[in-house]
């Protein structure tokens, strides 16, 4: 028997073939996923759809304690005393630009101040808004308290144009930093706001409210911690064929103690 070799002669022999070596370092599809991996894999190839569970979030444990912080009721609670605030401003801002102007709100959520921040539109009108109460509040540890309200570039410039006896026609918006006189005429937009804000909140509790900073870029304004929870409200804000949004920020530690000291008062 000439130009056999070794193992087709062990093969013809009838015995056992030897299999080829694997390296120690090679690792295969079984040693690195479980077999019901697998067997989702190769029904995924076979035309099966793939299975909606489980589901993984990747959440950062700061997201986490955030979500836990406000119970639904809270929450609740925020969004009806919010937009009770939209409808009664509505008729102000309209009033004010003698135009019709539509205000609704649009969502309260809990973020991380950063969340907000980067979220935020830059250049933009930024304004630190400083409150004090005029009621005692025990568990209230801090002295001075501070919200942000964030008004969105694309509706500002519109709105003053109103002001002013123009802007009839929708035109195009150019972003850009607001002027000195363009601000001191926002800020009659953000009195109108800020005082609708404490009727909203009288209830809970009596707050004063003041505009402490204004920046174009949000992410000049570092009172409130990067780190730390806040609700975000955000109302749209609709002039024409002109939209933005209004955004309020309120720290989560802020809306608990209100809301524990109207329970107790109640």
Known sequence: MTGLTQEEIRV???????????????????DVLPMEAIEQILGMIGGDKPPSQPQFKFETQEQENVIERLDKSIMKTL????????RRFVVKISKMLQSVVDVRLVSVDQLCYSEFVFG????????????????????LSYGKVNMTLDISPAIVPPMIERMLGGGREPSMTVRR????????????????????LHIAWKDVADMKCTVAQQESNPQMVAVIKTN???????????????????????????????????????
């Open 120 to 139: 935020c539109d830059n250049p933009s009108c930024f304004n630190l808004i400083e409150v004090e109460l005029l009621t005692i509040i025990k568990d």
């Open 79 to 86: 969004q009806l005393m919010h937009d009770r605030l939209a």
């Open 177 to 196: 930093p607001l002027t000195n006189i363009e601000w001191k005429l926002a800020q009659r937009i953000i009195d109108e706001f800020l005082c609708e």
């Open 12 to 30: 013809l022999l009838g015995g056992p073939t030897e299999e080829p070596k694997q390296e120690d370092n090679e690792m295969t599809l079984v």
């Open 228 to 266: 730390e929870p806040v609700v975000v409200i955000c109302f749209e804000v609709s002039l024409i064929e002109q939209r933005g949004h209004v955004s309020l920020c309120i720290p989560v530690d802020l809306v608990e103690v209100l809301m524990k000291q109207c329970r107790l008062a109640a």
